[in-house]
């Protein structure tokens, strides 16, 4: 089993910065690639990036390509998402996840809160 604990979320203006961390506990942390999701209310979960086991590899979805930045840890078990020129519509809960690249949904955390304001 793998937990996992997000860290990091908050209210911030547009155009602000803002970054999430995620430190994972139970099993290797080097054996998983690692990622991240959101969810906005009323919408689906959706994939925002993801970093392989050894972090040579990312993967971004289209909206955040440019401002957001995925990097890993494995000293500290830890996984961040950097987060620049925040939009409104970047607003959502963040979750944490774990599993194969880039798919990486085997394991989740509990979320944490980003909401851009105007």
């Known amino acids: 089993q793998v937990r996992l604990v997000e860290s990091g979320g908050g209210l911030v203006q547009a155009g602000g910065s803002l970054r999430l961390s995620c430190t994972a506990s139970?099993?290797?942390?080097?054996?998983?690639?690692m990622g991240w999701r959101r969810q906005a209310p009323g919408k689906e979960r959706e994939f925002v990036a993801a970093i392989s086991r050894s972090g040579g590899s990312t993967v971004y979805r289209d909206s955040v390509k440019g401002r957001f930045s995925i990097s890993r840890d494995n000293a500290k078990n830890t996984v961040y998402l950097q987060m620049n020129s925040l939009k409104p519509e970047d607003t959502a809960v963040y979750y944490c996840a774990a599993g194969p690249f880039p798919a990486t949904n085997d394991y989740w955390g509990q979320g944490t809160q980003v909401t851009v304001s105007s």
């Open positions: 139970g099993r290797t942390f080097s054996s998983f690639a």
